[in-house]
């Protein structure tokens, strides 16, 4: 009678759940899931327009081991991971001295600003900033005869990649701001006091309580970063298209223009395929490591 | 003297965060001349024929209308959806249900312009291009894994006694859901609203590679076709800016507090 029971229960459970699941998921499987499946599937064949395809087996993938533009995209994915994690412990710093003060709430909202609009019209505004005619850092030179601010900052190939990022920075530092800050006003004030009294210092305060106390936001936000990283997009296919030349060439951008300009579906899809996979990895460690806990 | 250094450090981020917002505001309300003899200095007027430009050349009116039509059906589907999901992820037990989750989380993950060209082939073959009901399905089956997670999130902070004693009195699972459930979680469901909102309305590539219609497009799209348009008048591109981002701006202001606790608790833990 017991078994009968639990068994009942059991089937109402899965038909309960999967009832109140299945609608979100048909629509995720048709459209999101479905459309990984057929980039794996595209990925063997070679297209020589939109609607017509042979089958290439490997060539797509070997051609990408062979092709330099895809490791100068890669390179600068893992160049803008790797500049993004150095400035989260500026942007730690930041939130650290937000909770010393009052108006903690209203500067943090006011950080995360930037990241509430369309970047199409951050595009605008930075295109303005960075205009070597009339640009806002000309003027400011202009006005402070700093020299050293006449630049092409888009147009020459060694400056955009780092022009970029900086707009990459202002959309994105007030979130993870937002999220230190929520983290450091979890932390439970009496240690620091204890501390007080002992005689430390802040500087040590912050390396031995502080920091122990958010490992876990830290190092969500590392991954976070590094996955933002990979996919980083928007704002690079709107200002510079990936140039001058291949100089801000990032994966997204490649994949993007080689289905939409070159109609190379095929070998776009190898690449996506590549993207997916180092994303999901990178993904899965967070999961494994959130699990543990 | 620390007090001070830590405004000054603050402060100069402040800076960095809305200065630009202030030199485009600036800027749209200035005449031509006035903007090439200062880009720094203040309007001296308060000057809207940039505005009233925009609005009666651009047709913008319509853009903004097709934003609208696109992010409130987005966001009413994806909350319905996913607090149904996020309800049965979080309190009832079945089948593989971690499995199903963990290819939910994919989502989360992937990077738009590799997803976007087998979905549009998709949308193509069911006649779905140049159409909003595209560009809606899309952005709702782009943002689920998101609203999912999130929900389910906080219907684990729900304890289970008060479902239990829903049962109790005699209500069945959809009662539970939108008597007991969905009152709870006003708060987060509005800032979940919020985000999604504010999603769609930023949304560019699903439109652009899906819609080609103008009449059609979303305001982002509209902007950038401005920009070519216009391409030296930066005074009407100024107004064009400020027209689309007020509205999202002003909305994240009013609503900061729920707003920013909404980003925490969905990414926060």
Known sequence: ?293 | MKKTFIWLFLFAFILFSILPFIIVIFTSLKTNQEMYANVLAPPSSFYLDNYLFVLSEAKFYLNFLNSLYISIPVVISISVLSTLAGYAFSKINFWKKNILFFIILIGLMLPLPSIIIPIYLNLAKLGFLNTRIGVILTQIGIDLPFAIFFMRSFFNDVPNEIIESARIDGANDLQIIMKVMVPLSKSSLGALSLILFMWSWQSYIVPLVIITDNNLRPLTVALTDFVGRYITAYTYIAAASVLIFLPITILFIITQRRFIEGITAGYGK
């Open chain 1, 1 to 293: 009678m017991e078994r009968y029971i639990k068994k009942m229960k059991n089937l109402r459970n899965n038909l309960l759940g999967y009832t109140l699941v299945l609608p979100a998921f048909l629509i995720y499987g048709l459209i999101v899931l479905l459309a990984v499946f057929q980039n794996f599937y595209y990925s063997f064949f070679k297209f020589t327009n939109i609607t017509s395809y042979e089958f290439a087996g490997l060539d797509n993938y070997i051609n990408m081991f062979k092709d330099k533009v895809f490791y100068t995209a890669i390179g600068h994915n893992l160049l803008w991971a790797f500049m993004i994690i150095i400035l989260l412990f500026l942007f730690l710093t930041i939130a650290v001295f937000l909770s010393k003060i009052k108006s903690r709430t209203i500067l943090g909202a006011i950080y995360f600003l930037p990241a509430t609009i369309p970047f199409v019209v951050s595009a605008i505004m930075w295109g303005w900033i960075y205009n070597p005619n009339f640009g806002i850092l000309q003027s400011i030179a202009d006005l402070l005869k700093l020299n050293f601010l006449r630049q092409q900052w888009l147009g020459d190939p060694k400056l955009a990649f780092y022009s970029l990022f900086l707009i990459g920075v202002w959309t994105y530092f007030g979130f993870t701001v937002i999220i230190f800050l929520s983290a450091l006003q979890n932390i439970d004030r009496s240690i620091y006091d204890a501390a007080r009294i002992d005689g430390a210092t802040e500087t040590k305060i912050f390396f031995h309580i502080t920091l122990p106390a958010i490992r876990n936001t830290l190092s969500f936000l590392i991954v976070f970063s590094i996955i933002m990283s990979m996919k980083v997009f928007d704002i690079i296919y709107v200002m510079t298209q990936g140039g001058p030349g291949y100089s801000t060439e990032v994966m997204s951008t490649y994949i993007f223009k080689l289905a939409f300009r070159g109609q190379n579906i095929g070998y776009s899809s190898a690449i996506s395929i590549i993207l997916i996979i180092l994303v999901l990895s990178l993904a899965v460690t967070v999961l494994r490591r959130n699990q543990k806990e």
